[in-house]
């Protein structure tokens, strides 16, 4: 029996928070879901608010359900009112769970599940982990609490059905705010079982972002190799030969110097190196099979087409830059004072925030080519967001 009567007042603006939705999922369809999937739940029912029933007709339109009954003004009255509804079935064991916990495991249920074996009520639990306080009225700690006993109660909580229907019976005028204290309340032991970390109750606005973080990372976990989603990095190399000229371009920005850098374009071997290192991430090739050097059209051309063009092919498949890191590897010039200048010019061209761009310099301490100042080499990695 899934809960989704109330109002969800303190979640902010909007539909009830039920039927907000967390990734094109509503709170109400992934807690549905979890429980139609899973093999040990036979039968699965919605207690909603008489005022949602066209909201819910869209939510469980293709799933297995039973017909959903109407809740009442308490979340105890909406339990009381499912409980009856299941009478007709006579089931042995029931599972309440509340929407408003859309991440429960699978082997959540099964716990709890299994717990019903040998207990008349179960409830999935986590450890507290932090030291909790009592504060008196004038602000100050008065009492230290063990925190060795102590858990957080959460949903899916489990019980022998005939135990619990008699057990809200016999406390339907008392209140509440979970069916465990009912069934403590009524005598019985109530085991407490591992819930998950994930299994949180979406109670207040932040925590939909919650909910996305969490949603975002079972998606990456699902993943498999038909599916391009994921995080995903890519490295660029490219170096260029000094010739005459008063001026290099690294990353868009001019910088006076003794020699000017030779290619077909502007040789901004910096950008072109990042150009290859998100192209890498999607697997997008190189930035010759986009923009032969033997095509006239690139001849001078300045490097941010490339580098545009690369962002866009990133955006076209879903994903996002999240992070670029470039290593310039020269004698001279110096890269530390034109820094600010490139991050802003790669922040502007890639639509992201300079902290997210990092771009250093280094010598080859006289070694090799850079060493004797024949040219600049460039290497860079990009991380990318595949959603
Ligand atoms: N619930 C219910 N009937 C009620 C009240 C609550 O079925 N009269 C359900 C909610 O839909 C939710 C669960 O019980 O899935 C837990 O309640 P809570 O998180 O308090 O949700 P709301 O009561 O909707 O939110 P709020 O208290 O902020 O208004
Ligand atoms: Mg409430």
Redesign the pocket.
């Known amino acids: 029996m899934v809960?989704?009567?109330?109002?969800?007042?303190?979640?902010g603006e909007g539909m009830?928070?039920?039927y907000r939705e967390i990734r094109g999922v509503s709170l109400l369809r992934r807690s549905l879901i979890a429980f139609c999937e899973h093999p040990d739940i036979d039968l699965v029912r919605a207690?909603i608010h008489p005022e949602d029933q066209h909201l819910y007709d869209v939510v469980a339109r293709d799933l297995p359900l039973e017909p959903p009954v109407f809740?009442?003004?308490?979340?105890q009255?909406?339990g009381f009112n499912g409980l009856e509804s299941f009478i007709e079935y006579s089931p042995s064991k029931i599972l309440i769970h509340?929407?408003?916990r859309p991440f429960v495991a699978a082997e959540t249920i099964t716990r709890i599940v299994r717990a019903l074996d040998s207990s008349t009520a179960a409830l999935a639990a986590s450890k507290i982990t932090d030291t909790v306080k009592k504060q008196d009225k004038a602000g100050y700690v008065y009492e230290t609490i063990d925190r060795e006993e102590l858990w957080r109660a959460q949903t899916p909580q489990g019980f022998r059905f005939d135990e619990i229907l008699a057990a809200h019976i016999q406390f339907r005028d008392s209140s509440h705010t979970d069916d465990a204290a009912i069934a403590e309340a009524a005598g019985h032991k109530v085991l407490l079982v591992d819930g998950n970390e994930e299994n949180f109750?979406v109670?207040n606005p932040e925590d939909f972002m919650r909910g996305e973080v969490v949603s975002g990372k079972e998606e990456m976990a699902s993943h498999n190799t038909t599916d391009l989603s994921g995080i995903r990095m890519g490295i660029g190399f490219d170096v260029h030969r000094f010739g005459p000229g008063d001026h290099v371009i690294l990353c868009g920005v001019p910088i006076p110097h003794t020699h000017g850098l030779l290619a077909h374009s502007d040789a901004d071997v910096a950008m072109h190196a990042l150009t290859d290192a998100i192209l890498g991430g999607i697997c997008a090739g190189d930035i010759g099979t986009h923009f032969p050097p033997s095509d006239m059209k690139w001849k001078d051309a300045s490097s941010d087409i490339f580098l545009t063009e690369a962002a866009e092919m990133v955006t076209q498949r879903n994903g996002v830059i999240n992070h670029i890191d470039l290593t310039i590897v020269c004698e001279t010039p110096k890269i530390g004072p034109h820094r600010e200048a490139m991050q802003s010019r790669l922040g502007e061209i890639l639509s992201m925030p300079t902290q997210s761009i990092s771009i250093k310099g280094t010598t080859s301490e006289g070694l090799g080519f850079t060493g004797r100042r024949e040219g600049i080499a460039a290497q860079a990695a990009a991380t990318i967001w595949i959603k």
């Open positions: 809960l989704a009567g109330g109002r969800g007042s303190r979640a009830p928070k039920q207690v809740g009442g003004d308490t979340r009255e909406s509340d929407a408003a109750k109670t």
